[in-house]
């Protein structure tokens, strides 16, 4: 399922280009559905503990099981900029 929450891109406004774009990267996943709605609307139609979901800071709302995000480095802490981070990614990068 892909879902794609109004109030999201209330917040977060992108192209049509860039809606396009990641539709047709759905489309390669088979029998993938795309459902326009608020997450909320989604559990009025699927019990939230069939739902799994990767851990993101713009879905704190949903319910059912998280998965972690895949992250290229195994970096924490935070950074002041972009490239003070990049910098230690760089050191962790194979040669």
Known sequence: MLLLEPSFFKT??????????????????????IMVAEFDAL????????IIYKEHPTNRHYLGTEES???MFDLSGDYPSFFAFWKKC??????
Do not use: H
Not at 18 to 31: H, P, R
């Open 90 to 95: 760089k050191k962790l990068m194979p040669a």
């Open 43 to 50: 559990t009025e139609k699927v019990d939230p503990a069939q």
């Open 12 to 33: 977060y406004p992108v192209s049509p280009k860039c809606i396009e774009f990641v539709t047709q990267l759905a489309n390669n996943i088979a029998g993938i559905q």
């Open 69 to 71: 995000r895949s992250w």
